[in-house]
């Protein structure tokens, strides 16, 4: 079955930086998209960039364009997501997810209900 494993979150001073980590198992990883949401509390979850596993193509929320990476390493299929400049307003519950199976969609999508996997969460603080 598919699992996705996030790691690397933490406590963080403002313009600080930290690593995220999806490890992913159970995925056949042609035409999948693998995003990273986050989720502050009393807010919905929201789409912070993507990347697809086949071509390491990009996209990003404007909100992290220029602060964020998103990449992958396809031995370890595991994707990466590199936060630097980190805001307070970056506190969140990071998540990765996985849309899978569709090599012919060239859609980027950001709707939480696009993607068919989940992880469980890191959580990432960052103080003023």
């Known amino acids: 079955h598919v699992q996705l494993v996030e790691s690397g979150g933490g406590l963080v001073q403002a313009g600080g930086s930290l690593r995220l980590s999806c490890a992913a198992s159970g995925l056949t990883f042609s035409g999948y998209v693998m995003g990273w949401f986050r989720q502050a509390p009393g807010k919905a979850r929201e789409f912070v960039d993507a990347?697809?596993?086949?071509?390491?193509?990009?996209n990003y929320a404007d909100s992290v364009k220029g602060r964020f990476t998103i990449s992958r390493d396809n031995a370890k299929n595991t994707v990466y997501l590199q936060l630097n400049s980190l805001k307070p307003e970056d506190t969140a519950d990071y998540y990765c997810?996985?849309?899978?199976?569709?090599?012919?969609?060239?859609?980027?999508?950001?709707?939480?209900?696009?993607?068919?996997?989940w992880g469980q969460g890191t959580q990432v603080t960052v103080s003023s």
């Open positions: 997810a996985a849309r899978g199976g569709r090599p012919y969609d060239s859609m980027w999508y950001v709707g939480p209900d696009r993607y068919d996997y």
């Open positions: 990347i697809r596993w086949s071509t390491g193509s990009t």
